[in-house]
């Protein structure tokens, strides 16, 4: 075996060299396209206005291009491979080649890379060493090998240049950072092959927690996007997290990833202008989660299209006109046969009103009148107040929010709408016109728009996608620009569109609720209702999703605790379910804890093999009746003042709601996270407190997700009993 000395020439010091030579080409990379940047605004806004769009489509293109070469810039390279053929491929996070293209580094998501990932001792597939890269800024600090081809690592000679700590096991217990870390240079086998699955139909990954379900999707995202740039890059891939906070946690992953393309979003936020600024009620959530509910939003648009009660007649300068019923119910019946939404068919319906009108006024007649004549008659119908307001409450325009909060407010028109709901139904969702929108009524009030449309003062619908004859005079012009490859045809032509040479895809896509995307990645999927899904899959009509939860994590009341149930109706034949069944994060005695809990109470967690062993990571606090709080947020300062001293770390208390104010107001530091068990979905720290299980337990899939959180060390911490399948443990 090689001493330390050894190891280094061999190891650290011929690698460093490797990784200069990386970087130093990234910064040519960035420094040339940051020259073409100050060249295009150098030029200025001259010229007519088709030159300014070229330029601003540049300009937008080079200032992402120099956002992907930065945000690939921490561990660029992590990774090499030994192969059997005596070639050997380095991989990073991009794709670089040198001035005369002789590859460089190999982007991670490239089909050479897939044995990083996938290669074992019994198939190593043609690669004989693995060896993993760990990197602090741009100076080497370690690295490890995996043999996978021992004889063919003997006539290599490279045996005595060996060297390793465990590159998984080392990722696994670095402190935590508030933001999520990609897995990209540790990605294990049963991730890879969810990362890599063919794109077609809907892929759904069921994970207990630690599994890295959220990580392997975002993963997924980066990598259907490099390989299926082409069907992608112009309509996007749409992220969809459980919360604000859960967004800004992984923001960075894509980028870190290579990859600007991604729309993240909470479903709020897939409705432009409109928020959700109140949490339902779990038995109103349950029913608006139904997929019935779609139906009662069509009746209530229909009801929007009333005949009067009887024929109304108008006096128009002198002469007298009758609005009759069943006028009304044949202009609205053509209206509606053109299929367009209420608020657009209301044109088709009012012009054939007036046209009607109009007939009658020249029937009074006694002279011959031509095309201007009828024009001016049609005019003084059309300026009738009496026939605006007429026709107005037979087909009014209204605004999708505006829509709802009169359904929710007015008996009447609920019971029409949902006469097969029950009456306590009903009389659950009633409220207010003026009460806020929660965020149960954001499918609904999708829903609604779809069938509303856009008022008719609205701006049109933005159109997508660039023609054949766009991208063929964006060729024309790169022809003229020294671009090197860096610009293609496409992409320009996408911002030279509508003058949206400034806008990036999720500037453009934010903006515009029918936005289409060609791959839909949903994040805690457990918790979408019937409702919630027929909204994501307007935005997807291609119906390519990737799906990732935990069903033993569901806590909406709409939400679903077994696949079938939910996906058959969306998807029918075209899903399928894969299972990560190794959990990274959370340590073997949590595991066991949170598994026990889940059988004891019939929840339907995951098997999980927990991937280490973490010393004293399970601690039991019991306390007298009122000293659950004071406890907790001593034990949390103590924790967070020790990692103060050892290279940080995060810590968080988690309770119920009720318990939170109280810990508020005992003046904790501001660096220990606060958080519901629902607040917590998704997030992992060092330390999680659990305050009061026995107060969560109501639901189980809440307290499932509480004790999961940790990385290092769980304490619960509780007065009375525990709940059922959490032993008494340790105590103190």
Known sequence: MQDDSTQTAHGLDAEQRIVDGLYSRLDELRDETDRRLTEIRRAGPSGSPQNRSERDAFATLYEDRIMQLDAVEDRLCFGRLDLANAERLYVGRIGLSDEDHAPLLTDWRAPAARAFYSATAANPGGVVNRRHLSTRMRKVTAVEDDVLDVEALKESGLEDTLAGEGALMAALSARRTGRMGDIVATIQAEQDAVIRAPMDGALVVQGGPGTGKTAVALHRAAYLLYHHREQLERRGVLLIGPSAQFLRYIDHVLPSLGETGAVSTTLGGLVPGVRASALEEPAVAAIKGRSSMARVIKNAVRERQRAPRRDQEVSIDGRTVVIRRADIRDAQAKARRDGKPHNEARATFAKDMIGRLTTQLMEQLETQLDAEDRWDLERDVRDSKTIRIALNLCWLPITPSQFLRDLWAKPHLLEHAAPRLKAHERTLLMRPASAPLTDADIPLLDEAAELLGDMPSDAPRAAQGASEEDIAYAKEVLSTFDTDGMVSAEDLADRMRGGSGSRSLAERASSDRTWTYGHVVVDEA????????????????????????????????????????????????????????????????????????????????SELSAARDVDDAVSMIRTEQGQTVSTAVASASAHLERMSDDNGGLVAIIAPREHLAQIRDSGISEDITLCTPVESKGLEFDVAIVVEPALMAAKPGDLYVALTRPTQRLEIVYSGDLPPGIGSGAQR
Request: net charge positive.
């Open 526 to 605: 457990q918790e979408l209702s019937p409702m919630a899904w027929r909204m994501l899959l307007r935005r997807c009509p291609t119906r390519s999703f990737t799906i990732v939860g935990d069903v033993a994590q569901v806590s909406a009341a709409a939400g679903t605790q077994w696949w079938p149930e939910t996906m058959d109706p969306v998807f029918g034949a075209s899903w399928q379910l894969r299972e990560l069944t190794v959990s990274y994060r959370i340590p073997s005695e949590v595991a066991r804890v949170a598994q026990s809990f889940a059988k004891a109470v019939n929840l339907p967690a």
